[in-house]
């Protein structure tokens, strides 16, 4: 997993509550199980029109917002179902934040796990940064995991609260599977060990 550190980038405004993971990623592209090409299904609803040509009103098709690597979004992002395509498609269109005041649970988990960092913020601080992100390509946040910090295109800085052990994983580029090659040692040593007292099993 891609690591987490510091990124300073476009930030695209998504003033929309609820926004369920249907509409961050469509059911018709959830036949695929691998985690690349789903960022042209990202918002797809939102993006296109029926005939597949580009919604120039909405906010990832305009060009200051084109290569958008954060998403400044309503409140309760991620609710619905748990699809996990919600994450990779964000990430695959090159979304590696998302700042809003609520996230759905299982969302949020499958973002950590995916290299996304998702931040909860105040409303107060989510107007402050909402109005940063729609001064378009030329307002640029920095996003500083280390320090905890937002800080804005006027010098404005924000702190924001994450779990320690999530942090860690970002900071490490660490998912489940990093994690358990951490302590590769250890489980060759007790799998040694059972070989040598259970040579039946």
């Keep these: 997993m891609q690591k987490f550190d510091k990124l300073t980038g476009v930030a695209a405004p998504l003033p929309i509550v609820n926004v369920d993971t249907d509409m961050i990623i469509p059911k018709d592209y959830l036949k695929t199980i691998k985690r690349t090409g789903l960022g042209t299904g990202l918002f797809a609803e939102l993006r296109y029109n029926e005939d597949g040509s580009e919604n120039e009103d909405f906010v990832l098709n305009k060009p200051a917002y084109r290569k958008a690597e954060i998403l400044v979004a309503g409140d309760n992002f991620g609710c619905g179902s748990s699809r996990e395509h919600a994450p990779w498609a964000l990430l695959d269109f090159g979304i590696r934040c998302v700042i809003s005041t609520s996230f759905a649970d299982i969302f949020y988990n499958n973002c950590f796990k995916n290299g996304i960092l998702p931040i909860r913020v105040t409303p107060e601080q989510l107007a402050l940064l909402m109005d940063d992100a729609e001064r378009g390509s030329n307002a640029r946040l920095t996003v500083d995991l ?38 590769a040692d250890r489980i060759e040593d007790f799998e040694a060990k059972m070989a040598e007292d259970r040579p039946w099993a």
């Design 146 to 183: 280390a320090n905890q910090t937002i800080s804005g295109p006027d010098g404005g800085e924000i702190t924001f609260e994450i779990d320690p052990f999530r942090k860690h994983c970002l900071l490490n580029g660490l998912d489940d599977i990093g994690l358990t090659l951490e302590r």
